[in-house]
């Protein structure tokens, strides 16, 4: 298995693993060219974060993203980790795990993480037991929001 960043020529993949995720997740069919439009955004600016994805005999099985927020009590940064997917042929194989570390050697190589951050359906217990294995605790922060 190969761990590496993603690139623009990954984008029509990330985009149906997205499709997937939202579809599996939360019943809902996003829209391809505003999804297309997102995955681009963040890949053409790094800036706002990455794309890493787990390959296998060179196919994509699995991706997750990863955006930053910074935090003035900590001088560093969160790192989120958003739009997990492994595919379901390919779960309960270590993939997430290998992914994730890679989000922390990257952190760790750039010095500048504070935590490891993502949010999970309330449902998903499967997701929620993979993260709670990887040492992540759920935290006392509630979250609240209003749609523009």
Avoid at 46 to 66: D, H, K, T
Avoid at 81 to 88: D, E, G, H, L, T
Avoid at 107 to 112: S, T
């Amino acid at each position: 298995m190969k761990i590496r960043k993603g690139q623009i020529e990954d984008l029509a993949a990330l985009v149906n693993f997205n499709q997937a995720m939202a579809m599996e997740t939360e019943n809902l069919t996003l829209d391809q060219q505003t999804l297309t439009r997102g995955v681009n955004g963040l890949l053409a600016h790094p800036e706002r974060g990455f794309y890493l994805v787990a390959e296998v005999e060179g196919e994509i099985v699995g991706s997750l993203m990863v955006t930053f927020e910074w935090s003035d009590w900590r001088a560093c940064q969160y790192y989120w980790i958003q739009s997990v997917y492994i595919r379901p042929q390919n779960r309960r194989q270590g993939i997430y795990a290998k992914l994730y570390q890679a989000v922390k050697d990257i952190a760790a190589k750039n010095q500048d993480a504070a935590s490891y951050r993502l949010y999970v359906e309330q449902e998903n217990e499967p997701a929620q037991k993979t993260y709670n294995a990887l040492g992540m605790k759920q935290s006392h922060y509630l979250m609240f929001e209003e749609k523009a």
